[in-house]
């Protein structure tokens, strides 16, 4: 899949196209919607499909200030586009001067003059351009004068809920995996290189490996089931603890999956943890003993739950 640059000319053989628009932080069930008209409607028509995206998210801007809350990177969303059908992701950098942009110049310099769009889809809820002046309608309306179609697809539901991005990072807040896992329609997961840590776990026979939580929202902190997924495509099976490790000092941010029966060097090697099941919240134990055998429950009750995986 080819990535555009808002600041960069778009290729010949994509102008043209159809465009889904939106945030797709996750990429959830309604995101999945909004792509999906898109992918199909530039289908019928021979033309390509194109994802845009913000990087910067518009809250970064905005707040600059926030707590961490994405759900994906670039790359993640890259590949979930990519498998969904679309032709290209366009990155619009979020900034003060697209912030200034009235709705008719995203539709006018934007949509139509950089990227050339026959088509846009949105969700039904989306708005866009300096005080939130644009909406569905508007690109409906205003669109048309310049020869831009426009299409809003309906909020998606679930279990009686609209599926949104809040609803996920709630869900993901209080530690219930099962329910993200409903909405995005596979496990949360983090992406990033394994760091050189400590090396206490390996010590005590529970290697891990040392991820960066980033820009990643911070799920409810402690140990949960998850599964990894390796450079080569390999899937490995374990337990995890996200948090500040409060029975060590100092205390120190970290994603450390611990692997079942994998004893490879992945230092340096990006590999992505997906979070299955919220097993028990962090602890501080009175020494390495109490943890040890902690560990081995936690691994115990991780396999159990991760068996039919």
Request: charged share 20%; glycine share 12%.
């Amino acid at each position: 899949m080819i990535r555009l640059h808002s600041l960069e000319p778009v290729p010949e053989n994509l102008r043209g196209g159809i465009v889904a628009l939106g945030n797709f932080d996750g990429f959830h069930l309604g995101h999945q919607a909004v792509v999906g008209e898109a992918i199909r409607w530039a289908k019928a028509e021979g033309r390509p499909a194109i994802v845009a995206t913000f990087d910067p998210h518009p809250v970064r801007h905005f707040t600059p200030d926030a707590a961490p809350f994405r759900l994906t990177t670039l790359d993640q969303r890259q590949e979930l586009f990519a498998a969904a059908g679309a032709d290209a992701m366009l990155v619009i950098q979020f900034n003060a001067a697209v912030a200034g942009m009235t709705a008719q110049q995203w539709i006018e310099q934007g949509l139509v003059g950089h990227l050339g769009a026959v088509g846009v889809v949105t969700g039904d809820d989306f708005t866009f351009g300096k005080g939130r002046g644009g909406n569905p309608q508007v690109l409906v309306d205003h669109g048309a004068t310049v020869g831009l179609r426009a299409k809003a697809v309906s909020a998606v539901t679930l279990e009686g809920e609209v599926v949104s991005s809040s609803r996920i990072r709630d869900a993901l807040k209080s530690g219930d995996c099962e329910t993200a896992t409903r909405l995005l329609t596979r496990p949360f997961a983090m992406r990033g290189p394994v760091q050189h840590g400590d090396k206490v776990g390996r010590t005590i026979n529970f290697p891990t490996a040392n991820l960066d939580i980033g820009a990643y929202l911070r799920p409810r902190y402690g140990i949960y089931a998850v599964t990894g997924r390796l450079p080569d495509g390999r899937v490995l099976k374990g337990a995890a603890n996200i948090g500040i490790r409060p029975t060590f000092d100092p205390p120190k941010e970290l994603l450390e999956p611990h692997f079942f029966d994998f004893s490879g060097d992945l230092y340096g090697q990006e590999i992505e943890v997906a979070f299955h099941h919220f097993l028990r919240p962090e602890a501080k134990f009175d020494g390495l003993d109490a943890l040890v055998a902690q560990m081995a429950r936690d691994c115990d009750e991780a396999r159990r739950l991760l068996g039919s995986v």
